[in-house]
């Protein structure tokens, strides 16, 4: 399925780094979400945005910037990351975000933080 | 906040047995959905199958079906016939009126030939 595309797929950077995660969305959904990933932890929601209006930041640390310049496309920025933050970035989108129906996922972006 | 619980970190089951995955949430609420999702090594997270609270009826689709205890807050999936391509890690979702979902730690499953 590739309704959510993710990019890149990892990423290798530096403590003192800039980078973005991008998600592009094909299926027409309302709302976009940001989530961690860490072995042996739940899924760990970071951001949701609706209508390209964030709505939930579940105290995510500022090194983590969210974008979502249309419904479409969501990207997080990142900066200055610590070596914990070390972890898979999935994005999903589901039809709203008061909306019972499934999230369809992404594949993921790796990150590694040295 | 709503907790679902995976107790098992890991499972095997043999190629063509049948294996159940357990889970249990915490919740005050009375209309809520579960759900599981499927990640394969390195791919997507995908969902497996559905359940509506309110429905007493326990959901199926193909060789998936969940066992739904409302009042022991329980959603365990069997998997029955169980193909190499099953192995992946699950998760265990619920969503409620708090409009969020939460996750499970998953249960990875390993399908011996």
């Known amino acids: 399925e590739t309704g959510v595309t993710q990019t890149p797929r990892h990423l290798v950077m530096g403590m003192t780094n800039k980078k973005s995660l991008k998600c592009e969305q094909h299926?027409?959904?309302?709302?976009m979400y940001w989530y961690k990933q860490s072995a042996k932890k739940p899924l760990e929601l970071m951001f949701v945005?609706?209508?390209?209006?964030?709505?939930e930041n579940n105290s995510v640390p500022s090194r983590f910037s969210p974008e979502c310049p249309n419904s479409s496309h969501l990207f997080l920025h990142l900066h200055t990351l610590q070596p914990e933050d070390s972890a898979l970035y999935l994005c999903?989108?589901?039809?709203?975000?008061?909306?019972?129906?499934?999230?369809?996922f992404g594949d993921g972006t790796r990150l590694s933080i040295l | 906040a709503q907790t679902v619980t995976q107790s098992q970190p890991e499972m095997s089951v043999q190629e063509a047995e049948t294996v159940t995955l357990s889970c249990t949430y915490d919740?005050?609420?009375?209309?809520?959905?579960l759900f599981w999702y499927k990640q394969p090594p390195s791919r997507q997270m995908i969902l497996v199958i559905r359940?509506?609270?309110?429905?007493?009826q326990n959901a199926t689709e193909n060789r998936f079906s969940v066992n739904f205890q409302k009042a022991a807050k329980s959603f365990s999936l069997k998997i029955s016939d169980s193909q190499l391509g099953d192995a992946a890690m699950y998760f265990c979702?619920?969503?409620?009126?708090?409009?969020?979902?939460?996750f499970g730690t998953g249960t990875s499953l390993t399908v011996i030939p």
């Open positions: 999903a989108s589901s039809p709203g975000q008061y909306s019972n129906q499934p999230q369809h």
């Open positions: 299926l027409g959904h309302n709302a």
């Open positions: 945005y609706s209508l390209e209006e964030r709505v």
């Open positions: 919740t005050s609420e009375s209309d809520y959905y």
């Open positions: 359940q509506e609270a309110y429905k007493q």
């Open positions: 979702a619920y969503y409620g009126t708090g409009n969020q979902f939460y």
